[in-house]
């Protein structure tokens, strides 16, 4: 599917980062047969006019017609948003897999930036950065009032010059210090290697423009001597991207000509059917590359997490309803909405909900997400990661198909005290040795009872010395199988954002 830009034309998101290039046939007019409202335009030009000649202070044109833009979104759902230049650009710029930042996306709580999640390979992931995590100082100064764009403007800066976060960890009674050093960032989206008994292990990080023809030519590497017995998919803290992206990473496990997603809108042409395609060099493959046969016949597993959404949970869904795949992990964010962007200007626009999407069985993940095959915490002593799922966002779609039992608890066992991030797809990587277990016939365990009986035996220990003084960051241990629950997340509202050299935008 093209990448086509036309100011009738939107792209369409589906990952909570990223862009998903679909034509819709969305304008900028009224519906036939919906005359605009005269009386209440009226009215708003009142106001406008009311308030540039008499307000206590002059206020730009721009200034006032990009706020009243802004307000017409504020009721909609949490991921319809006005794009001014700055978002508009940094939207591309994710989407391409280049930017500038510290590596994190963060909305706020409590008055404080609070961590969404640390994107792979960056200066906040290797520093141990957590999803959760609420930085209480920057360079030393307190965070709480401070706005979201002065913690933005303190934390970005020239590549190579340090930053010190302190952070306040749910489970920790101490403080955190994380020195970090800025840097340029140039996100990979697919990484990938063999591991023992001929399993290929392959992560992909969000659905970017390449993400498929570099998914063929890790998979075609990884054939070279013999095909693989298994494969591991890693999408967890994949926040989406690109619905093309997602479809094509769907290919490669299931044969052509079979229904990937379809979305259903108001308007005809958002009312769309996807199917997996050939992958034998057209769609930007590259030349010379084709896919692997063994890839679609290879036993699979599918790992998933909390901060899987979107263009990660299209590709879960699809591979779970064809039991193409187990999935293995915890239930996914639960974003089941497409968004499409209107160019309204050469550098402008908005981001537009326009319909849901459902996986080829037909159901719809919005709020309930992707419920894995087996439930695995994200470490052997419990869960790591607390964050909002799309369910606990104010004014969220709702799924009427969904059952009320869906907003129904999970019985989550989070990691108490000090914890470290483990790597994903390294050696202590509780989940991912869950999964390989799942491919080999053996039994696969939600977490380890006696390590989390530990963990929280150290933490009290640790509560009852507790001190002021911050520390550096902490330690995951490791997370049986046991029956499907609903999880919600934290109850307090997230708004999100990434940081970058030029600013700060809203991420959906």
């Known amino acids: ?138 360079d030393g100064e307190p965070t709480k009032g401070m706005s979201l764009n002065d913690a933005v403007k303190k934390m970005r800066g020239e590549p190579g010059t340090p930053i010190v976060l302190t952070v306040q960890r749910a489970g920790s009674n101490k403080p955190l210090k994380f020195h970090i050093v800025r840097e340029m960032i140039k996100t990979r989206s697919v990484r990938g290697k063999m591991l023992a008994h001929d ?84 769609h930007g493959m590259d030349i010379g590359v084709s896919l692997p046969s063994w890839t679609r016949t290879v036993p699979m597993v599918v790992l998933v997490n909390v901060g899987s959404a979107s263009a990660s949970e299209i590709v879960a869904g699809a591979l779970q309803d064809y039991k193409r795949a187990q999935v293995v992990g915890n239930r996914t964010f639960g974003k089941g909405s497409v968004q499409s962007v209107l160019q309204l200007g050469k550098d402008t626009g908005i981001k537009l909900t326009t319909a849901r999407y459902y996986t080829p069985s037909g159901r719809s993940i919005q709020n309930t997400g992707v419920t894995p095959d087996h439930i695995v915490d994200d470490s052997a002593a419990g869960n790591l ?76 220990d640790t509560k009852d010395s507790t001190s002021s003084t911050p520390v550096t960051a902490p330690q995951p241990q490791q997370a049986p199988a046991e029956k499907k629950t609903l999880n919600d997340g934290p109850e307090t509202p997230v708004q999100r954002y990434r940081i970058t050299p030029d600013g700060l935008i809203r991420l959906p």
């Not at 706020?108 to 520093?127: F, L, N, S």
């Open 1 to 138: 599917m093209g990448t086509r830009k036309n100011r009738s034309l939107g792209w369409i998101m589906v990952g909570m980062l990223g862009g998903v290039l679909l034509t819709l046939g969305i304008t900028a007019t009224a519906q036939k047969g919906e005359p605009l409202p005269l009386k209440s335009l009226q009215q708003f030009a009142n106001v406008y006019g009311a308030i540039k000649s008499s307000y206590v202070e002059p206020v730009a044109d721009q200034v006032l017609m990009d706020d009243a833009i802004k307000g017409l979104f504020s009721d909609l759902d949490p991921h319809s948003v006005y794009l001014d230049e700055e978002a508009y650009k940094q939207m591309q710029d994710i989407t391409r897999g280049g930017f500038g930042g510290l590596g994190i996306e963060i909305g706020t709580q409590d008055g404080m930036p609070k961590v969404i999640a640390p994107i792979e390979d960056t200066p906040a992931a290797r520093a141990g950065i957590l999803t959760g995590d609420l930085i209480t100082e920057i």
């Open 199 to 282: 399993i290929a292990y392959v992560r992909i990080s969000q659905f970017q423009d390449r993400t498929t023809s570099d998914l063929v030519k890790m998979l075609a590497n990884f054939g070279k001597k013999q095909a693989p017995k298994g494969l591991v998919l890693d999408l967890r803290n994949d926040p989406g991207g690109l619905l093309d992206g997602a479809i094509g990473v769907t290919s490669a496990f299931i044969e052509p000509g079979k229904l990937v997603v379809s979305t259903k809108g108001r308007i005809p042409s958002s009312n769309e059917e996807f199917y997996a395609r050939p992958l034998n060099g057209s």
């Open 385 to 460: 990661f607390r964050m909002e799922r799309e369910v606990d966002l104010q004014h969220h779609l709702a799924n009427q198909a969904a059952s009320q039992a869906a907003k129904a608890e999970d019985e989550d066992s989070f990691v108490e005290g000090e914890i470290k991030m483990f790597e994903f797809g390294g050696a202590d990587d509780w989940q991912l040795q869950q999964a390989l277990n799942a491919l080999q016939g053996r039994p696969v365990l939600k977490l380890d009872p006696l390590l989390a009986k530990q963990q929280k035996a150290k933490a009290k």
